[in-house]
């Protein structure tokens, strides 16, 4: 995806230029757009005219105008990977009057103009994991000891380790000071240059001394200080690990779950976007497919699962343990891991085969 360099400031409008290049973008898209937005793009319309003032017959043309609606449905068409935006127009040209009813068709690589008023975290948040995608990163590493730090970062499948920066404690190289300080103040800075907590699903800072647990805090605390709100609200990301080699990180064996379960939530989504009528999600749905004997794999966040309501949490436990007695698989994610699942409801299912349309038939 392609996108303008407009700044974006949380709950502050702004109108962005925007190309999708691929299917997973028109995903995105479909995800961003909300009713009252404005969307504004090239589309084609058949025109009718006459040849003269006296004719009566008329005849007909395309010709390409540039419409700009405020939004009042979305519709993502899976067949064919368009999202259809149906709205009333806001401008008027010589083809379209003000006030009327038009669909505009988003496609891959044609440009659009998307403004928000306003434009929330979360929204912006969903933007950034999405620009992420195409040169995607899934876990920053801080390795530190007492002399140095190194930041890299590396995508699911650890083929690909990118090393952003060294830093070095100065005053313990040169005299053995034990205050780390000006050190971590260094590697604070250059951790928020390379790392966007946000965007970047896992982070690990691995170290086989308690340097680890020291940089941590200080983490935490000047994050507190300076009202880093990505910090924050991301404090249960930030995970220590009981190593100091970038071999034994990847080793290590959370970091080995970590990516499985990350491989699952990003085959779902693809099959979301390429394969819809093999997955679902939504309690009634999942439900369904299960009475179908449909479940291969049910995946549900830690948060639905533990539902304080003992109702609802003798409900998704009783479904787990019929979907296991049914040959099928259960994967249970954390809050950090299953945060785009969480936007789907918290509970979804991969199928054994593919039920075509199954939102509907159980609605």
């Known amino acids: 995806m392609k996108l303008s360099d407009e700044k974006l400031i949380p709950n502050q409008p702004a109108t962005i230029k925007i190309i999708p290049e691929k299917s997973d973008d028109l995903w995105l898209l479909y995800n961003l757009i909300i009713e009252d937005d404005v969307v504004s793009t090239v589309t084609t319309r058949k025109i009718q005219f006459s040849s003269d003032l006296t004719a009566k017959k008329k005849s007909s043309s395309k010709v390409q105008v540039q419409l700009e609606i405020k939004v009042i449905n979305v519709d993502y068409a899976k067949d064919c ?41 979360k929204t912006i948040k969903i933007l950034k994991e999405g620009l992420n995608q195409n040169g995607k990163y899934d876990l920053g590493i801080i390795l530190i000891n007492n002399t140095s730090a190194e930041i890299l970062l590396t995508d699911n499948n650890t083929t690909s380790i990118t090393h952003c920066a060294t830093i070095r404690n100065e005053k313990t190289l040169k005299n053995n000071n034990s205050n780390f300080e000006k050190f971590f103040e260094n590697l604070f800075v250059s951790f928020r240059k390379h790392i966007d907590i946000d965007v970047i699903p896992n982070m690990v800072i691995a170290s086989k001394d308690s340097i680890k647990d020291d940089f941590r805090a200080y983490l935490l605390l000047e994050a507190q200080k300076r009202k880093i709100k990505s910090i924050e609200r991301n404090e249960s990301r930030i995970l220590m690990i009981h190593q100091n080699n970038i071999k034994d990180i990847l080793s290590d064996k959370v970091i080995k779950n970590m990516n499985a379960n990350t ?67 259960v994967i249970q994610f954390s809050d950090v891991e299953g945060e785009k699942l969480a936007q789907m409801t918290g509970i979804a299912a991969i199928l054994r085969f593919p039920i075509p349309n199954i939102d509907d038939l159980v609605m």
């Open 81 to 121: 990977s368009t999202i259809r935006v149906l709205g009333r127009t806001i401008t008027s040209n010589e083809y379209v009057s003000s006030g009327s009813f038009h669909t505009l068709e988003l496609e891959t690589n044609r440009e659009l103009k998307l403004t928000k008023n306003p434009w929330d975290e």
């Open 263 to 329: 491989k699952v939530i990003e085959k779902f989504m693809d099959m979301v976007i390429n394969k819809c009528d093999w997955v679902c999600y939504g309690t009634k749905s999942v439900e369904y497919a299960h009475e179908l004997l449909a479940i291969d794999t049910l995946l549900i966040t830690e948060e639905l699962s533990e539902k304080k309501d003992i109702k609802l949490r003798k409900k998704y436990s009783k479904l787990k343990k019929l979907v296991q007695e049914a040959g099928g698989k």
